[in-house]
Structures are given as structure tokens and as C-alpha cells.
């Protein structure tokens, strides 16, 4: 087992890292920007360390600065969480080449499953079913139109190293898959440095389900069931909730043994999620894989009451999964809400001092939050501060639980999405089980 973690991340995902670490005894090494000196995460880590200023290019995202703490804090683990530099193969070997374990998958792995044009051809190998659409990643303009004629619009055009719905747009035509294309791929460059783009037929409407998996590296896979992520604005995730609404056992079941044998078939070790559309009929298609930790990981923590996070780090240490699939079972229902600072009916973000913070505390709720009273929101970083996360006994249960947390949720000297949120789990489409990845567009930003 390791001694010292360095958690290469900052806000919720930090403090919910190093919570397990301490319960397993590990003492933990938090980095941190300038815009973040008098941050949560920062306080509860045994050894804290600045390394830049606050523009993420210069502190979190500065391979070098983070290694060089690693070495002076004689961390021999980093544990990257999610966003930054979690799915950055030339970290991981820069890790390896420094003798650091990496608490995820290879090096190659996350190249392989990071560019989505090569990942669509992976899985398809590997027997899962994929989207109809291009074969490989151009960054040719015409050569995507030429190719869209053949699959047929609706289309969906994505960056091949995009992620978090940014490079993602439906076109209808030739014209918008142009319009689409040019503007979407200077986004992915800025972001990505890759202007690659492709094409897959779009599945309007359909359910987002995505499954949690978790390798070893003696070769141990399993599944921890689904996830419907149904609910989403601008292609980001609002609400996570499982079991799945719309989803039967048979289904669960074809879904969970096509990811596991696609695990193992492309050499993955440590937590990793499948995402997948479900059209209205059920049939299933590859979306993406995401070589790491997810946001949602606590509804699966929660009906499993396996800790996600723990078997992270004992999987990257070597230790082998001590159940089988059999004995993974589930419980109750768990929905989680992202807490955001933003303006509920603009959407956009809503920096400002954190001037008074009430966390409504019941048994079954859950809080991950990365702020406190007095805990400044900059606008330089991703504006998610917090999660709510209710297990139930049925998910009209934890439905109900939920809206009562956030209605007893307070945060003043910044605005939130919780009026958002609440529309939707006040929603008959939402509490009936019918929403669908149009849901909010749909239904909610409309009113």
C-alpha cells in the first residue's frame, strides 16, 4: 500500500479523496493555485503546496510544477480524480518515467479510449454494439460532408478528443454540418489541441445509461450496475439516479456483460465507465469511455456501499478484487444533484464570496462539497461547488428526500441551480421516469 498522495485536483473531488485516504491511513498532499490558497481541500491535506497562478494552464494543468511537488513531498501515488489531468496519457508517463504510481489506468489505454474516433473502432472490435457514423477522425471539412451523404441527417458532429458536451452540435443539413464543423473545431483545438472531428447518426431522444467498472491487474472485471444520466443541459449532466427508471433486469444484464468483456479485451485496470445511448426501443450504442473517476461515482457508492475512491487506490497498489460479480449486489435507489454556481434562468456562472452555507444533514443524505462560509468562487475554474446525493428505499422515496434537502439547502453571495433542479424533480415527466436527453431543452428551459 502507498504512504502519501498527492491528489493532483482541487475543490469537491479533492476533499472526497482525501476523506478515504485518511480512512485508510494514507497521509495525502494537496496542491493548490493562488485563486485557491484558503481553499477547503487545501486545509484538511496533510501537506499543501502552491503551484501557479490561478489560470488552470499554469497551476493544475502544469505537469512539471506537480511533479516536482510529488518528488519534494515524497508522494509515491497521485490520484488525479476527474477533469484536468485525469485522462492525460503524457502525465501518466511522466508519472511512470518518475517512478510515481498513477491511481488509473495505462498510459495507452487512456490514448486509446481519449480520442472517441479510435475508441467507436475499439469497442466495435470488441463486440459492443456502436452508432452508425464515420470510421475515423478528420479534420478535412469536405471529407466529413462526403461521408455524412453516406449515413444520412440527422448527424451528431463531435471533437475526437472532446469531452464534457464541448465540440458537440446536431446538424440537419449540409450547410449546418459545415457552420458546425468550423466552429466546433476551433473549440476543440482551444480546448483539446486537436481539431479533429467526426460524425455519428444522431439518437435524438434517447437515454443516456452509462455503467461503472472496475478492473485489476490480475485480470479480475466487474461491473457495479448502471446509471441513467438521463437529465442534461447543453449535453452536461444535471441529475444521476440508480437503478434506472427505464431499464429492465434482462437489459442491465446484456449491457453489463458487453462492458466487462470490452474491459478485457482492451487491457483496462482500475475504475472506468462505459456510457451508452438507449433509443426507445433498447438497443444499445457505445457513446464513450472515461478512463477515471466520475462525478456521479456516489449513487453507485451508495446502492452498492462500495467505496469507489478506496478501490481506486487499492487496485493501483496491486491488491486483487476480494468479490466476484455475484456478489456485487445493489440496494434502494440513490439520486445525486450537482450543486452549481450559476444563475438558474441565464445559466451562466455566478462567482462571489460564499457568505452563509447550510448543508441540511439526515440520515440517507449525502453532501460532497468543496466550499465553506467565506470560500471564494472564482471564475476560473469549473462552477460545480458541491453534490446532493439521497438513497431511498424506492426512487419516488429518494425523489422526495431530495427535493426536501434542496429546499432546506442554503447558500447566500452567489447564485445556484437549485431552483433548476427542483423544477425538474417536480416534473411529471421526471417523476413518471420518462425523461430523456431532450428532457430539460424540452421541458424546463421552456417555462
Same mark, same amino acid.
Given at each position: ?8 485536483? /482541487?475543490?469537491?473531488? +479533492? ?32 501537506? +499543501? ?11 493544475? !494543468? ?27 496519457? /503524457? ?5 511512470? *518515467? ?9 498510459? &495507452? ?26 470510421? $475515423? ?6 471529407? !466529413?460532408?462526403?461521408? +455524412? ?23 440537419? *443539413?449540409?450547410?449546418? !454540418? ?51 444520466? *438521463? ?10 439516479? *440508480? ?36 433509443? &426507445? ?33 487499492? =487496485? ?42 447550510? !448543508? ?12 465553506? =462560509? ?7 475554474? &469549473?462552477?460545480?461547488? +458541491? ?41 411529471? $415527466? ?18
Amino acid at each position: 500500500m502507498f504512504r502519501r498522495v498527492l491528489i493532483a485536483n /482541487r475543490g469537491e473531488i +479533492a476533499v472526497r479523496i482525501i476523506r478515504t485516504c485518511k480512512k485508510l491511513g494514507l497521509k495525502t498532499v494537496a496542491i493548490y493555485s493562488e485563486a485557491d490558497r484558503n481553499a477547503l481541500h487545501v486545509q484538511m491535506a496533510d501537506e +499543501a503546496y502552491e503551484i501557479g497562478p490561478p489560470k488552470v494552464q499554469d497551476s493544475y !494543468l502544469n505537469v512539471d510544477k506537480i511533479i516536482e511537488v510529488a518528488r519534494q513531498s515524497q508522494a509515491d501515488a497521485i490520484h488525479p480524480g476527474y477533469g484536468l489531468l485525469s485522462e492525460n496519457a /503524457r502525465f501518466v508517463r511522466r508519472c511512470v *518515467s518518475e517512478n510515481i504510481d498513477f491511481i488509473g489506468p495505462s498510459a &495507452d489505454v487512456i490514448e486509446l479510449m481519449g480520442e472517441k474516433a479510435k475508441a467507436r473502432l475499439a469497442m466495435k472490435h470488441a463486440g459492443f454494439p456502436i452508432i452508425p457514423g464515420t470510421n $475515423v477522425a478528420t479534420e478535412d471539412e469536405n471529407e !466529413l460532408v462526403k461521408e +455524412a451523404y453516406e449515413i444520412g441527417y440527422p448527424l451528431m458532429v463531435k471533437a475526437s478528443a472532446g469531452g464534457g458536451g464541448i465540440g458537440m452540435q446536431v446538424v440537419n *443539413s449540409e450547410e449546418e !454540418l459545415r457552420k458546425a464543423f468550423q466552429s466546433n473545431q476551433k473549440r476543440a483545438s482551444m480546448f483539446f489541441g486537436n481539431g479533429e472531428m467526426y460524425a455519428e447518426k444522431a439518437i435524438e431522444k434517447a437515454r443516456h445509461i452509462e455503467f461503472q467498472l472496475l478492473a485489476d491487474q490480475h485480470g479480475n472485471v466487474l461491473h457495479l450496475y448502471e446509471r441513467d444520466c *438521463s437529465v442534461q443541459r447543453r449535453h452536461q449532466k444535471v441529475i444521476e439516479e *440508480s437503478p434506472s427508471p427505464f431499464l429492465d433486469e434482462q437489459v442491465i444484464e446484456e449491457i453489463g456483460a458487453l462492458a466487462t468483456n470490452a474491459l478485457k479485451k482492451i487491457g483496462y485496470v482500475n475504475a472506468g465507465t462505459i456510457e451508452c445511448l438507449v433509443d &426507445d426501443k433498447k438497443n444499445v450504442y457505445f457513446l464513450e469511455m472515461n478512463t477515471r473517476l466520475q462525478v456521479e461515482h456516489p449513487v453507485t457508492e451508495e446502492i452498492t456501499g462500495l467505496d469507489l475512491v478506496e478501490w481506486q487506490i487499492r =487496485i493501483a497498489a496491486g491488491e486483487a478484487l476480494p468479490f466476484t460479480q455475484n456478489e456485487v449486489t445493489r440496494h434502494g435507489h440513490a439520486i445525486e444533484a450537482r450543486i452549481y454556481a450559476e444563475d438558474p434562468k441565464r445559466f451562466f456562472p455566478s462567482p462571489g464570496t460564499i457568505t452563509e452555507l447550510f !448543508l441540511p444533514m439526515a440520515p440517507n443524505i449525502r453532501h460532497e462539497c468543496g466550499v465553506e =462560509i467565506g470560500s471564494v468562487v472564482t471564475p476560473y475554474y &469549473d462552477p460545480m461547488i +458541491a453534490k446532493v446525493i439521497v438513497k431511498g428505499e424506492t426512487r419516488m422515496d429518494a425523489i422526495q428526500k431530495l427535493k426536501i434537502a434542496l429546499e432546506q439547502y442554503k447558500v447566500t453571495g452567489i447564485k445556484t441551480n437549485i431552483p433548476m433542479v427542483l423544477d425538474v424533480l417536480s416534473h411529471r $415527466v421526471f417523476e413518471q421516469g420518462q425523461a430523456n436527453t431532450a428532457f430539460v431543452r424540452d421541458y424546463i428551459q421552456k417555462r
